[in-house]
């Protein structure tokens, strides 16, 4: 254990890392209809952009956790930002759409070892006690970038050359690349027994299959089969995956992918499950707001970006003394707290009209942020404050694999409320056959129809039906919230259990 003040120089350097691939997964979506003209693609070329990107982040989150516990966390982290930096250079220079995706999926690939390395070396910088606050200050950099992703990304977009928001990834790399090799100490990696192809094969199809029909049902449905098979197929195959490790578990010298003795905590368990309920409820506010600043109140995605900033306040000022509040009440009320909080916020928010002033969003919003930040760096930390350490890299893989599926899930089922209420509630009669299926299809082009019809009414009723929509979501968030605080106060232990003596019983 690295013993004086180089560690949180050490954790500032890796969170400047983790910001910046969370800032590389928000500022692309600004940047398609730039890259579009540039690349002269097709619309469904451009969902590639996206779609590559997701679904080889998801599909390196586990082989990435196994990597780091069987080579080191060091060695593995450093690789990670070599590759980080170099898919950051192909995507800025790329001369077609293929060599920018292909970069796109070296970046994500990278990506995915370093955030789940970054998680799984706090384990190894600090102690039991100080974890839970490096976690915190983890969790806030993890999210910080969703706001601020827009903000940089429109600010170069506007003064700078559109490769910039890919190259400013290098020096952050850079910087933390030389953190890492300077201030983290080298881990003790596990024996090495025969890596499991077979399980690797099966995780990563199975998570890409799912990830793949969540994306789908977020445009085409959950009655679509575009979505539905896929999902089924990666449930299937993430079961059967689950079948096959506990299979070479039993069957020594060859080492599973996952050690599904770690969920025999019920510490890592729930505070997995109850991560998974954060980024869920509050990704599917993250889906709707930005929408609803830019149709309702007109501002651009730079300006919307500024607008959410209540939002992060609120959840760095929740996740920076989480471990304080959790050591005086325990994980168990602080979680639950937490989420009372995200409920109450929701149940705020869940009463916006089209009139709702800017001080009114942003005081659920802050609140919102304040009990996720509180909760969902003490679930974290639940997950991972006693891990052993040879066990870090796989139960922060499997945390990160949540944390990334967390999103698309609340885009999707959240949005899904939010576009079938809006459906339901647009009025349709009278409108010219070909603009009908435009208003359906969105706000923005609800609003664009009424713009050309001259209708002042029907982007009024256009707005109404899209914030009735969003209501409905935000308090879908608060049902949300208010399911995973039963649950954390039935399953979460009080106090510390013995993971590190379960988790050895499989050694």
């Known amino acids: 254990m690295v013993r004086n003040t180089r560690r949180w120089w050490a954790l500032g350097a890796i969170s400047l890392a983790v910001l910046a691939i969370t800032l590389d997964v928000t500022v692309l979506s600004l940047a398609l209809p730039t890259l579009a003209g540039v690349f002269k693609v097709?619309?469904?070329i451009l969902q590639w952009f996206m779609t590559a990107y997701t679904l080889a982040l998801v599909a390196g989150m586990l082989p990435a956790g196994f990597l780091g516990d069987r080579f080191g966390q060091k060695t593995v982290m450093a690789a990670a930002l070599?590759?980080?930096?170099?898919?950051?250079?192909?995507?800025?220079?790329?001369?077609?759409?293929a060599v920018f995706i292909a970069a796109r999926i070296a970046v994500a690939l990278a990506g995915a070892a370093a955030t789940v390395v970054a998680l799984s070396v706090l384990t190894t910088l600090f102690s039991e006690e100080e974890r839970p606050r490096a976690v915190g200050i983890w969790g806030a950099a993890n999210f910080l970038g969703l706001p601020l992703g827009p903000i940089i990304g429109g600010w170069i977009l506007s003064?700078?050359?559109?490769?910039?928001?890919?190259?400013?990834?290098v020096p952050v790399a850079v910087v933390a690349l030389v953190a890492v090799v300077l201030l983290v100490p080298s881990s003790r990696t596990r024996g090495r027994q025969g890596f499991d192809l077979s399980g690797l094969g099966l995780s990563s199809a199975g998570l890409v299959a799912l990830m793949y029909g969540v994306i789908a049902a977020g445009s085409d449905g959950w009655g679509s089969a575009r979505a539905l098979l896929p999902v089924l197929a990666g449930i299937a195959l993430l079961l059967l995956f689950g079948l096959w490790e506990g299979r070479v578990a039993r069957k020594p010298p060859r080492q599973p992918l996952v050690d599904l003795s770690l969920f025999r905590s019920r510490s890592f368990t729930w505070g997995v499950i109850l991560t998974a309920f954060g980024t869920l409820g509050l990704f599917g506010v993250l889906f709707g707001l930005p929408q609803f600043l830019q149709a309702i109140e007109g501002v651009g995605p730079e300006a919307s970006g500024v607008r959410l900033l209540p939002l992060i306040a609120g959840m760095i000022l929740g996740a920076v003394p989480a471990d304080r509040v959790a050591a005086k009440i325990g994980a168990r009320f602080t979680v639950a707290g937490g989420f009372a909080v995200v409920c109450a916020g929701s149940l705020l928010g869940g009463a916006m009209t089209v009139q709702s002033a800017d001080s009114y969003i942003s005081l659920w919003t802050f609140i919102v942020g304040l009990g996720a930040g509180l909760g969902f760096a003490t679930a974290a930390s639940a997950a991972l404050v006693e891990l052993p350490q040879d066990r870090s890299g796989v139960g922060s893989a499997l945390l990160q694999a949540v944390v990334k599926l967390g999103p698309a899930f609340g885009s999707s089922l959240l949005g899904s409320?939010?576009?079938?209420?809006?459906?339901?509630?647009?009025?349709?009669?009278?409108?010219?056959?070909?603009?009908?299926?435009?208003?359906?299809?969105?706000?923005?082009a609800g609003i664009a129809v009424a713009r050309h019809l001259g209708s002042q009414s029907l982007r009024l009723a256009v707005q109404r039906a899209f914030v009735a929509g969003m209501d409905q979501s935000v308090l879908a968030t608060a049902g949300i919230a208010a399911v995973a605080i039963v649950l954390g106060l039935l399953f979460l232990p009080r106090g510390r259990g013995s993971?590190?003596?379960r988790v050895g019983e499989s050694s």
Not at 82 to 97: E, I, K, M, N, T
Not at 159 to 169: E, K, P, T, V, Y
Not at 421 to 444: C, I
């Open 159 to 169: 003064h700078a050359w559109w490769g910039w928001i890919f190259l400013m990834n």
């Open 499 to 501: 993971v590190e003596e």
């Open 82 to 97: 070599v590759l980080f930096a170099l898919g950051s250079l192909g995507c800025a220079y790329a001369p077609d759409a």
């Open 417 to 444: 409320i939010l576009n079938s209420t809006y459906q339901a509630r647009v009025p349709l009669a009278g409108l010219p056959t070909g603009a009908v299926e435009a208003v359906k299809t969105s706000v923005f």
């Open 42 to 44: 097709s619309e469904s």
